[in-house]
């Protein structure tokens, strides 16, 4: 594979909170290529946005990335302290899209104010000029009458017509990575497949490479070629959408598949994985997952597994892939996926 | 826009007239003996009554209240009755508000320059020191009644630093305290609201979203965080504007300042009935007034009212 664009090695981020210190990411490592879009899954905690919020220093004040590089075009984001640095980055070459967008826009200025404000900062855009490209992106984004609609207010908007606008802000200086941290988790079913489609066809266009941050698996196979799952602050295992969903290694992994709903199958309680998530104040041993895995291995709980390659594109953290661990079987569900993965796809 | 300035314009006014005609009949509640004056033992009943009726006052009372309003809407305040017998009202309030008016203007802009510079800055440095200094400040001026601290004012600030201690209008130097006793209250205010709404600001999403765009802090706080948190302080400012006018009763008479401060107080106690309906019209029209104007500006400056469609629903 060619050159990654971003690499995140072992990334360590901490919190202060009250005094006690949080380990938020636990030495997490991801290498992004050149116009692919790889999704993040986990749990709510699991550290996905703090992970990529590093990516350009937007970390909360009290917290900071403690070890671990990050390099991007040749020099490491994790040493980046000013602000004068960060916005050599931010919003120029590596764009966000939030969650919200019903609060997401400032109520008192027009969309079209706050598309150009980006252009005149990154682009040197001025007066007129900023303001056709503004038209032009606004139209780009799927949004009618962008000549009309550049003058209104984000009330005027509706939430998935929002959404498209902070997705305007986003892509309006071509940015080389586009982070977007559950875009769709707050709109309704109808307008997340509209904007799904919105984020797949500009990354089509712009070649750009993104990053999608959700936990509904369902979202990840339209929109991800690679997928990483995230843990407890590391991530556990990645591959490509056909080797995640399909040739799951980690036990996390096969909990995650498990407890999606299956469709057609009729009768069956939900599957919901047991316990919660380990407390990151204190120090974590061994495998994070172990003490919600009922198969866990004794060596699980004592010493932190490594990266084991399963193919070129597929590495996954845990114990079981060592060559001298007993052999444990996938739940059911994950074997009956693979089933018929097996039976249609080949 | 309009609609929404007439239909405001238009509950102004229906308040004002509310609150004319309560104060006038209340005013008819008090005991006559008052008219009198310090004459009331040396009368006899035939005076006294001749007195109640050259002031109208033994009309019915409805035909009083059409009398009064009569007379208003002809621009004529009446003439004082106790306070200085037959000097027109006019007249008594010409001499008294420039002062007050001055003074309220200065310190106006003292408690907002001073104040929003200091909103500002506390809300940069929030949960820092010199956000707990200026908070502490905040507190002082909030919690001790002003009759103590603007005493304290008044005595070291004139035997430390040899300013004069009563008003002279044809020297500067003893404009200076009243000036600040004045602004005291104005800056802790403007200053904790500023910073407070701020705050708010701060906390919202579509700050996050500025950061993420790659705006500095400075930009973002001038072109998203001042300005949106301008918004809910513009509403008062126009009636605090207009509040200048009337006076500081109690700065005023610290150092003898012939404002209209504290002219009310007088007026009432003596049963000056048009003067202190005349006050009353002048309080309450600037209080109506400025809450209006503030209706309008908030209006302007933010879209969401602009546009609501029924627009006097709040």
């Known amino acids: 594979m060619s050159e990654p664009v971003l690499s995140a090695r072992d990334v360590v981020i901490k919190f202060r ?94 969309v079209g104010m706050q598309i150009q404000e980006t252009l005149e900062l990154h682009q040197g855009l001025r007066g007129g000029e900023a303001k056709r490209r503004t038209i032009e992106i606004l139209a780009q984004v799927g949004i009618s009458e962008p000549e009309m609609r550049y003058r209104q ?33 707050s709109l309704d079913v109808t307008i997340q497949a509209q ?4 984020i797949r066809r500009l990354q089509k266009e712009l070649k750009v490479t993104l990053v999608y941050i959700t ?32 040739d799951a290694r980690h036990p996390y992994t096969w909990a995650l598949l498990s407890s999606l709903p299956q469709l057609g199958i009729k009768g069956q309680p939900l599957y919901s994985i047991r316990g919660t998530p380990p407390n990151l104040f204190n120090e974590i041993h061994g495998d994070a997952f172990a003490p919600r895995n009922p198969q866990a291995l004794k060596i699980d709980f004592v010493k932190r597994p490594p ?38 796809a080949v | 826009m309009l609609k929404y300035s007439l239909k405001r314009l238009l509950h102004s006014l229906v308040t004002l007239f509310i609150i004319l005609t309560l104060v006038f009949l209340l005013m008819r509640l008090l005991p006559v003996e008052g008219y009198y004056g310090e004459r009331a033992d040396k009368l006899t009943p035939a005076q006294k009554e001749a007195i109640l009726r050259k002031m109208g006052l033994l009309d019915p009372w409805y035909v009083q209240l059409r009398n009064f309003y009569l007379q208003l809407f002809r621009g004529d305040l009446g003439v004082s009755v106790t306070y200085r017998a037959n000097v027109p009202i006019k007249e008594i ?138 918004v809910p302080l513009a509403q008062y400012l126009p009636a605090s504007v207009l509040f200048t006018i009337s006076g500081s009763i109690y700065v005023e008479s610290l150092y003898s300042i012939p404002g209209m401060g504290g002219l009310l107080v007088t007026a009432i106690s003596r049963q000056d009935n048009p003067l202190v309906q005349a006050l009353v019209l002048i309080y309450s ?28 629903a709040r």
Request: glycine share 8%; hydrophobic share 45%; with cysteine.
């Open chain 1, 17 to 110: 909170l009250r005094g006690q210190t949080l380990t938020a990411i636990r030495g997490a490592s991801l290498d992004l290529y050149e116009g692919e879009s790889v999704a993040i899954v986990g749990e709510s905690g699991s550290g996905k946005s703090v992970f990529t919020k590093s990516w350009i220093g937007m970390l909360d004040a009290n917290g900071w990335v403690d070890s671990g590089s990050i390099l991007f075009e040749g020099k490491d984001l994790a040493r980046y302290k000013t602000e004068e640095e960060w916005l050599t980055i931010r919003g120029k070459k590596i764009a966000m899209v939030f969650q919200d967008p019903m609060t997401a826009l400032n109520p008192l200025r027009t």
């Open chain 1, 153 to 185: 207010y984000p009330h005027e908007f509706s939430g998935g017509m929002r959404q498209r606008v902070v997705i305007a802000i986003a892509i309006a200086c071509n940015p080389r990575i586009l982070i977007c941290d559950e875009p769709t988790t």
């Open chain 1, 195 to 198: 904007i799904l489609e919105l």
């Open chain 1, 215 to 246: 936990h509904d698996l369902g979202v990840v196979a339209n929109v991800a070629d690679r997928v990483a799952v995230m843990y407890a602050g590391e991530i556990i295992e990645y591959g490509t959408v056909e080797e995640i969903f399909y």
């Open chain 1, 307 to 344: 990266f084991f390659q399963v193919s070129p594109t597929h590495y996954a953290k845990t114990w079981l892939l060592d060559p001298r661990a007993p052999k444990v079987e996938p739940p059911e569900i994950v074997k009956a996926m693979r089933a018929r993965y097996e039976r249609y």
């Open chain 2, 93 to 230: 309030l010409a001499a008294k508000i420039p002062y007050s008016f001055a003074f309220g203007v200065a310190a106006l802009v003292l408690s907002l320059v001073v104040g929003l510079a200091m909103g500002i800055h506390m809300a940069q440095t929030k949960g820092l020191f010199w956000d707990k200094l200026w908070t502490t400040y905040v507190v002082f001026v909030n919690a001790v009644p002003g009759a103590v601290y603007l005493l304290f004012i008044q005595l070291y600030g004139t035997s430390v630093t040899r300013l004069p201690m009563l008003f002279d209008r044809y020297n500067v130097l003893s404009w200076i305290l009243p000036l600040i006793s004045m602004s005291l209250g104005g800056i802790a205010g403007n200053a904790m609201w500023l910073r407070r709404f701020m705050v708010d600001e701060l906390n919202k999403d579509y700050i996050r979203l500025a950061r993420a765009k790659g705006m500095s802090s400075r930009a973002i706080m001038v072109k998203h965080v001042l300005r949106n948190a301008f």
């Open chain 2, 285 to 312: 029209s600037l209080g109506i007034f400025g809450l209006f104007l503030g209706d309008i500006l908030m209006a302007i400056l933010d879209p969401r009212i602009r546009l609501e469609r029924q627009g006097g």
